[in-house]
């Protein structure tokens, strides 16, 4: 009982970690939508699209590959990893600094606003940045998740900060990308001084940890890199071809798909460690029943939260964006099936790298960015409507699931049996139980 009652506060936390987050974000952009024009807010959204692939780029491999070699209780262990990641980490964003400053004084993005501006301003973010990833890596391996929590509700309310500029003084890019900055540099002082991360680790460094990070970052940095491709891909596109209000427009109902993952994101801040855990003990009865009963939790709250989503579509909209971007309802709703296969695609991709075959996921995840980028080109050339342009994410999304099951089922690792039907099992147990419950309550 004591073990199921932790495991609970567990997922709440962890669910508490995505879900406020996700609240501050979009009260932040409901504001940011209202108060801002449609070419700055396209502009705007342009830029943070560029930070958050980079930020990937930079610090996502990092990240998974933190968790899955900090899980230990060896303090001197954990030096190592963490000063060997630091090392790697401050080498990779070095070299991507000055990449960026020598392009932005090129003036080559002069014609992109958003592109310009990310190319000086992340020079100097990237660098602020890594220790926050690395605090951050070092939370869901120790699985601190209160601090977990305080952290990402922090840098949350950055955006609203940028939100309550613009709604003040109206703005630039310029302006909100420095807010953006300084927001930040005070975060990594706050973590700093309660020392959730140390970046003098570093002097802990051995090559051999390096190159062991370096190992499982190649692939799963390319699989987080390629990921991002394809959430960000619709974004760049539809600012080259449409112009930067067009993103705005599109931007509404990709707002709200993004409270499709809180649930998922949650269940896979404690779904990684555990899997991994039972992928280094070797036992895969375990890791099997781990599983099915994350993929039936997601699905216990997903198709229910989704045939609501679906039938309140229009309100939510309007809600969201106000009466100006009311048409973008059918975009909604396309997105909608988007959701349905989330479980399924991100929980093969999470066990694939927990049995260390980042590889495997990141020629998944690249087989879908494909797709999804000549879908895109097609739907826009094609069509000109942006409806279509969501389409194409249902069909890279049916293509991930399919290819991520096939790829886990090849790994021999798993008991053969159905797992569909133990899913569903299980979830008829669930809502049986919780059923009893009720009733014995009445």
């Not at 781990?290 to 679906?310: D, E, K, M, R």
């Not at 396309?334 to 020629?363: E, H």
């Amino acid at each position: 009982m004591k073990t199921n009652k932790s495991q609970a506060a567990i997922q709440g936390l962890a669910f508490a970690s995505q879900l406020l987050p996700a609240i501050i974000g979009l009260g932040s952009f409901m504001l940011l939508v209202r108060v801002t024009k449609p070419e700055i807010l396209g502009e705007y959204i342009v830029y943070t699209t560029a930070v958050i692939l980079f930020e990937m780029i930079k610090s996502g491999g990092l990240q998974s590959a933190l968790v899955m070699r900090a899980s230990t209780d060896d303090q001197h262990q954990q030096k190592t990893i963490i000063g060997s990641a630091y090392w790697l980490g401050g080498l990779i964003s070095l070299s991507i600094s000055v990449i960026l400053i020598i392009l932005f004084f090129s003036g080559i993005f002069s014609q992109n606003a958003g592109i310009q501006i990310f190319c000086g301003w992340y020079a100097v973010l990237g660098l602020v940045t890594l220790p926050l990833h690395i605090a951050e890596a070092e939370a869901v391996a120790k699985q601190d998740l209160k601090f977990l929590l305080l952290l990402r509700i922090t840098q949350s309310t950055n955006a609203l900060i940028i939100a309550f500029y613009a709604f003040l003084k109206e703005g630039s890019l310029e302006e909100f990308a420095t807010v953006h900055l300084g927001f930040n540099i005070c975060l990594l002082v706050f973590v700093l001084i309660f020392k959730k991360t140390n970046p003098f680790n570093i002097k802990f460094k051995t090559m051999t940890e390096v190159k062991s990070l370096f190992n499982l970052i190649k692939y799963t940095l390319a699989t987080l890199a390629t990921t991002n491709v394809l959430k960000s891909a619709d974004t760049f596109l539809i600012g080259s071809l449409m112009g930067s209000a067009s993103v705005a427009k599109y931007a509404i109902p990709l707002k709200l798909t993004e409270l499709f993952e809180i649930p998922l994101r949650s269940l896979s801040t404690t779904a990684f460690p555990q899997l991994a855990a039972k992928h280094n003990e070797k036992d895969y009865s375990a890791f099997k029943k781990t599983l099915v009963q994350y993929l039936s939790w997601s699905y216990l709250l997903y198709i229910p939260g989704l045939l609501f989503a679906f039938i309140l579509a229009p309100y939510l909209v309007l809600i969201i964006g106000g009466k100006q971007y009311a048409d973008t309802t059918p975009i909604f709703r396309v997105f909608i099936l988007f959701g349905l296969l989330l479980p399924i695609n991100r929980m093969t991709g999470i066990c694939l790298d927990a049995l260390q075959l980042p590889n495997k996921n990141f020629l998944k995840v690249f087989i879908m960015a494909i797709v999804n980028i000549v879908a895109d080109l097609l739907a826009l050339y094609l069509t000109h409507n942006l409806v279509w342009v969501a389409f194409a994410s249902v069909i890279n999304a049916i293509i991930g699931a399919t290819l991520g099951w096939w790829m886990l089922d090849k790994t021999g690792l798993l008991e053969k049996h159905n797992i569909l039907i133990e899913i569903i099992d299980y979830c008829k147990e669930f809502i049986g139980k919780m059923t009893n419950k009720l009733t014995q309550k009445q």
